[in-house]
Nanobody
Framework: VQLQASGGGSVQAGGSLRLSCAAS??????MGWFRQAPGKEREFVAA????????YYADSVKGRFTISRDNAENTVYLQMNSLKPEDTAIYYC??????????????????WGQGTLVTVSS
């Protein structure tokens, strides 16, 4: 599956952005968002199972970010509220290697989009 992330931009602290990840085909895969800040390793942000009824978040974004999906549109979203300067990073979406995986926590993300830059100023 090919993935195209979009929606990044520059906002002030406390602002909001919504990222989108469009897939080339039907997305019967768990999907995730990851980010990589300058000089740091890539880290997990959020994930959602193939049907959209199970989600998982990194502690650093819990309560501020919401992952969702529209399978009819083959798109996954990341709504980011109350943004902080430390959220500045390139955000990547990714798809699990296996369709219809029952356990989200076992997702193995093997397909990656190109990334979209989010910059939060103080």
């Amino acid at each position: 599956v090919q993935l195209q992330a979009s929606g990044g931009g520059s906002v002030q602290a406390g602002g909001s952005l919504r990222l989108s990840c469009a897939a080339s085909g039907r997305t019967f895969y768990a999907m995730g968002w990851f980010r990589q800040a300058p000089g740091k390793e890539r880290e997990f942000v959020a994930a959602i199972n193939w049907s959209g009824d199970t989600t998982y978040y990194a502690d650093s974004v819990k309560g501020r970010f919401t992952i969702s999906r529209d399978n009819a549109e083959n798109t996954v979203y990341l709504q980011m509220n109350s943004l902080k300067p430390e959220d500045t990073a390139i955000y990547y979406c990714a798809a699990d290697r296996i369709k219809f995986r029952a356990q989200l926590e076992k997702a193995d993300f093997g397909s990656w989009g190109q990334g979209t830059l989010v910059t939060v100023s103080s």
